[in-house]
């Protein structure tokens, strides 16, 4: 692939865009807004596509299973009702609004539409045929979309993220939140995207020269140089007034526009807008779990870790099998976390390193590669076994036992050792509300990667507003960041 290096124009007076090596083959030498309009267009055919895919398996499925030559001329209404139905459930705009294109994210109005398509067959063929379908074919044509149009959605995207060029993002305020964002632009965090700029939105930010600061003239002269498809507002900037000017300028240009408000550090995104007489409020929910949702989610731990221990219990003997084999000293490591409330617990794992492993930690400091934690990617205390264990999180599935006497949770904080936990302070703390977990939003995210006062951020906020869809998803999240190998 072909790449081009955009100039930029000396009416910006000093500012520099990164020196990035900008793949272009999607997008336009003239203006970028038929670009965007392009490859939105592109993503909406391929997930019309998907689901188009995913209704014609189902219909194979329901022959396969039920009998006959091929399907019935009814059963092809599925095909007639899935796009529109999903075109109703915002399926096929979301993709515009969001750098982070997941499908798991979308799965609850995918599970909406599948009921909605299943009724609409079910009524229309009742009213055609002589005899109405039977619950079999309801069931099948459920189940089967519920299971086949994320699957091809995934699929769809998974190939979109491999031939389309990243979007190009501009950030508008602090090089403190251009870097923040920088480095969330990253395949292993799901987003194909490259920051191709940065502009100040304040006279303090721009170091006192006015010629820097944004304007509608400015901002539309760097969008058309640099090819931007989206523009990133970070609303910190202590000037309301010029957040607002920003996002307004930003919107008539024709590109996508986010904005990184810091009120949602504290506020989460289960706010919800509220309209009283021409004014616009967020409500926000109140913070912590009710005594129901503890029960439901304790529930799930319970059932949960129960279900992995009985199918693991031969996999844990032979790792314990091979740890006392392969190294001196005991089978499990136990180690003092801070948990729900403040308590200490002694959290269980298979032992990765050698036994005097804890004495010898204050030596290789100088070595720390995490912020707040303690990371050493080619650690030498590790033992052989050890590093697969770690490498595929076998190492800790004794936790599991933590979770079943409620020390821990299958989903949850992350649980600190008492060193790191003292460096947690204010409304950060808070996280303790809910017992820590075996995974978390940090595990999804590469903990390795997230420093502590971003984790414990991410911490507050799940538990801000916990939901059981939530730990589901993470739980999801998880296995395909253990199967990639991406979180440690």
């Known amino acids: 692939m072909q790449t ?53 398996i189902v219909v194979g499925l329901g022959v396969a299973w039920l009998g ?31 750098l982070h294109k997941s499908t798991l994210d979308e799965a609850p109005r995918i599970f909406q539409a599948a009921t909605l398509a299943t009724v609409l067959v079910f ?11 039977g619950a079999k074919v309801v069931a099948l044509t459920w189940l089967g979309l519920a299971l086949t149009v994320p699957a091809c959605r995934t699929l769809a995207r998974s190939v979109l993220r491999r031939t389309l060029a990243p979007e190009r993002c501009l950030v508008l305020g602090t090089h403190q939140q251009g870097r923040q964002l920088a480095a969330k632009l990253t395949p292993e965090a799901g987003v194909e995207a490259q920051l191709v700029g940065l502009l100040p939105l304040t006279l303090e930010q721009a170091n006192g020269d006015r010629g820097r600061v944004v304007t509608p003239e400015l901002l539309a002269e760097v969008v058309e140089a640099l090819q931007v498809d989206r523009i990133v507002v970070a609303a910190d900037s202590g000037a309301p007034q010029a957040d607002v000017d920003a996002i307004q300028a930003a919107k008539v240009l024709g590109v996508k526009v986010s904005v990184m408000p810091r009120l949602l550090e504290v506020m989460g995104s289960a706010a919800t807008y509220d309209y009283v007489d021409g004014l616009t409020m967020l409500s926000v929910p109140r913070f912590g779990l009710s005594r129901r949702a503890r029960l439901v989610k304790r529930g799930f731990d319970v059932a949960g870790s129960a279900a992995l221990i009985a199918l693991s219990a031969p996999l844990m003997g032979l790792i314990a099998l091979a740890v006392k084999l392969t190294s001196a000293g005991p089978v499990l490591f136990r180690q003092t976390r801070i948990g729900r409330d403040g308590r200490p617990f002694a959290m269980l794992k298979f032992r990765s390193m050698y036994h005097d492993a804890e004495e010898t930690k204050d030596q290789l400091r100088h070595r720390n590669e995490a912020d707040g934690l303690f990371k050493i990617a080619d650690d030498p205390r590790i033992t052989r076994i050890g590093r697969f264990l770690r490498r595929t999180s076998l190492d800790e599935l004794p936790q599991l036992f933590n979770v079943i006497v409620g020390e821990m949770s299958l989903v949850g904080p ?63 999240r998880t296995a395909g960041t253990v199967v990639g190998r991406r979180g440690r």
């Open 4 to 56: 081009t290096e955009t100039p930029i124009p000396a009416a910006h007076r000093g500012w520099r865009a990164p020196a990035i090596a900008l793949p272009r083959p999607l997008l336009s030498d003239s203006a970028p807004r038929p670009a965007i309009y392009r490859r939105d267009r592109i993503y909406r055919l391929a997930l019309a596509a998907a689901d188009l895919a995913a209704a014609l």
């Open 68 to 98: 006959g030559t091929g399907p019935s001329w009814s059963a092809l209404l599925l095909l007639a009702v899935v796009p529109p139905v999903h075109a109703a459930n915002v399926l096929y705009r979301r993709d515009e609004q969001v």
């Open 123 to 133: 009524l229309l063929e009742s009213a055609m045929l002589r005899t109405p379908i």
């Open 414 to 476: 992350r649980p600190l050792i008492p060193e790191e936990d003292r460096q947690i302070q204010g409304w950060h703390r808070r996280r303790l509300h809910l017992t820590p977990g075996m995974t978390g939003p940090w595990q999804v995210l590469g903990s390795a990667r997230i420093p502590l006062r971003e984790m414990v951020t991410i911490d507050y906020l799940y538990v801000a507003h916990w939901s059981l869809w939530d730990d589901f998803k993470i739980l999801l």
